[in-house]
């Protein structure tokens, strides 16, 4: 896990949930809702399904939830988020959620 201030930490979480924003541009609004505010990022899929994607200061964490789950990404290195309990990695889980849920491939 990378360490870093509260000023840097802000500034590379707003960067990564900017740039998952972005990945949704061209997406079609029926498939995929996209709204953010505050420093969280909310994903309405077409099933119902919704994932909110947040960064957290005090723990210095991504986290994300959908579908009664929830998960912690820590910064490894630049654009890579990975969860200290799972393992998983924050782009590659979300990818996994849309693909399974409305059968959404989207690069990231």
Do not use: C, Y
Not at 48 to 59: D, E, M, P, Q, Y
Not at 69 to 95: C, I, M, N, Y
């Amino acid at each position: 896990m990378v360490r870093m201030d509260d000023v840097t930490f802000d500034k590379v979480a707003r960067e990564e949930l900017h740039s998952l924003e972005d990945a949704f541009s061209d997406i079609d609004p029926d498939e995929v809702e996209v709204s953010t505010s505050d420093g969280v990022l909310r994903l309405d899929l077409r099933d119902g399904t919704r994932i909110v994607i947040n960064s957290h200061r005090a723990a210095r964490q991504i986290w994300m939830a959908a579908v009664a789950s929830a998960w912690h990404f820590d910064p490894v290195e630049e654009g890579v988020w990975r969860s200290g309990k799972s393992g998983e990695e924050l782009r590659p889980t979300l990818q996994k959620l849309l693909r399974e849920r409305i059968g959404l491939e989207l690069a990231l």
